[in-house]
């Protein structure tokens, strides 16, 4: 069974710097891509950014492009998002996600099956 288990979440400053983990099992973690999304409140959840499984390819929303840098550790099967220049705006539930297939590699929510619990992030101003 894979699970997901996000960390790193906290209130912040806007302008501050913060570092998500996610850590997975059941599987084997450096056949996936990884992704984040988050959901503010009132809000539908979105897309933040994406790895593929070789770590070559990333994607990111445009919202946070020059600002998150996602990476990933195969060997610790864990995936990162670097979170810098944080604005209240990025104030959210962050969620680690990974798909079922080992060759999906996508923005959409829809491609991917297994989900973390979520971690909050709060950006005062």
């Known amino acids: 069974q894979v699970q997901l288990v996000e960390s790193g979440g906290g209130l912040v400053q806007t302008g501050d710097s913060l570092r998500l983990s996610c850590a997975a099992s059941?599987?084997?973690?450096?056949?996936?891509?990884m992704a984040w999304f988050r959901q503010a409140p009132g809000k539908e959840r979105e897309f933040v950014a994406t790895i593929s499984r070789n770590e070559i390819n990333t994607d990111y929303a445009d919202s946070v492009k020059g600002r998150f840098t996602i990476f990933r550790d195969n060997a610790k099967s864990t995936v990162y998002l670097q979170m810098k220049s944080l604005k209240p705006e990025d104030t959210a539930v962050y969620y680690c996600a990974t798909p079922k297939y080992s060759y999906t590699y996508s923005r959409s929510m829809g491609a991917y099956a297994y989900w973390g619990q979520g971690t909050q992030v709060t950006v005062s101003s």
């Open positions: 059941g599987r084997t973690f450096s056949s996936y891509a």
